[in-house]
C-alpha cells in the first residue's frame, strides 16, 4: 500500500465514529469500488470452482456440511472460515496439546500417546462448548421478539432483492427463492452462503451476474443488519438455513421497466405520481 493510500485511510480508521460502524460503513467511507473481505459467499455456477456440486434434485438446495465449495475468488477471511468448517482440521487443531508434550517432555509421551478417551473428552470439549452454544446461551443472545425482528428484517431485503434479480432476468414464471445458509459454528465470524434457486423448468441453483451479485451484496446487509447480527438471531431460533420466495408474475412492470433501462444504461424510470 503506497503512502498516499495510507493518507487517506489512516484519518477514516481513526474516527471514532468509523469505528463503531460495522463492516460495510466503514468500506463505503474507505473507498466506494474497494470490497472489503469478509466470510460471506455468493453461489452460483459463475462463482464457484467446481460448479457440479450445485447441481439437485429437489430445493431448497444445502450446502455445509454436505458438499465442499471452492471459490473462484475469495479473501483470506472467507478461505479461513471453509477451512475451520471441516470437522478433520477442527479435530486435528483440539489435539495439538497432545501433538507437543511428547516433545516437551519424555516422562510425559508415552501416557499422553496412549491416552485417547482424553483426547475424545478434549475434542468433544471443542466442539460442544467452545464453537457451540448451550440452549441456555442461545437464549442469553437476545429476546426472541428481537431475534423475530431481525429475521423480518432479513426477509423484507431479501424478497426486495429477489424481485430486482427476477426483473433483470425477465422471469415470469414460478417461484424464485432465496437460500441463506449460516455455519452453526460460535464465538467465530460467521460464514454465510447465500444463493438463489428455482424450480423452474426444474430444479437449480440460479446463476448469477456481477450485476445480481451486487444487488444481493447491496440489499442484504449493512450497518443496521450485519451477517453477524443476523447469526445471532438464527442461533437463537436454532435455525441456520433461510428460505425467503416470491411468485415471480408478482413482479411488477414498472420493476421490468427500471431493470431493462438499467441494463441498457438508461436512468431509471420517475415513479409514478412524481
Known amino acids: 500500500m503506497d503512502k498516499g493510500n495510507l493518507a487517506v485511510i489512516y484519518p477514516i480508521l481513526r474516527d471514532p465514529a468509523t469505528r463503531s460502524l460495522g463492516w ?94 482424553a483426547m475424545l473428552v478434549v475434542i468433544a470439549l ?65 460464514l454465510t452462503l447465500v444463493s438463489v434457486q428455482t424450480a423452474i423448468p426444474e430444479p437449480h441453483v440460479v446463476n448469477l451476474d456481477a450485476g445480481d451479485r451486487a444487488i444481493l451484496d447491496e440489499m442484504l446487509f449493512d450497518a443496521d443488519l450485519t451477517e453477524r447480527m443476523l447469526h445471532a438471531a438464527n442461533l437463537r431460533q436454532d435455525k441456520v438455513i433461510r428460505e425467503v420466495k416470491i411468485e415471480t408474475r408478482g413482479v411488477s412492470a414498472h420493476a421490468r421497466l427500471a431493470a431493462w433501462m438499467e441494463q441498457n444504461g438508461q436512468g431509471a424510470p420517475e415513479p409514478a405520481g412524481a
Open 126 to 190: 471443542v466442539e460442544l462448548k467452545v464453537l457451540r452454544l448451550s440452549p441456555r446461551a442461545r437464549e442469553r443472545l437476545m429476546s426472541e421478539d428481537e431475534a423475530a425482528r431481525r429475521v423480518d428484517a432479513f426477509a423484507f431485503r431479501a424478497k426486495g432483492a429477489l424481485r430486482r434479480i427476477a426483473a433483470r432476468k425477465d422471469l415470469r414464471e414460478g417461484e424464485i427463492m432465496l437460500v441463506l445458509e449460516q455455519s452453526e459454528l460460535a464465538r467465530v465470524a460467521p
Open 24 to 117: 460495510r460503513s466503514v468500506c463505503a467511507r474507505l473507498s466506494a469500488g474497494r470490497r472489503c473481505e469478509r466470510p460471506m459467499l455468493i453461489v452460483a455456477p459463475d462463482t464457484i470452482a467446481n460448479a457440479g456440486v450445485l447441481e439437485t434434485r429437489s430445493l431448497p438446495k444445502k450446502f455445509l456440511g454436505r458438499v465442499q465449495l471452492v471459490p473462484r475468488r475469495g479473501g483470506i477471511g472467507l478461505w479461513a472460515r471453509f477451512i475451520l468448517e471441516m470437522q478433520l482440521v477442527r479435530y486435528l487443531s483440539a489435539l495439538i496439546p497432545f501433538m507437543i508434550i511428547p516433545f516437551m517432555s519424555y516422562d510425559l509421551a508415552l501416557p499422553v500417546t496412549q491416552a485417547p478417551l
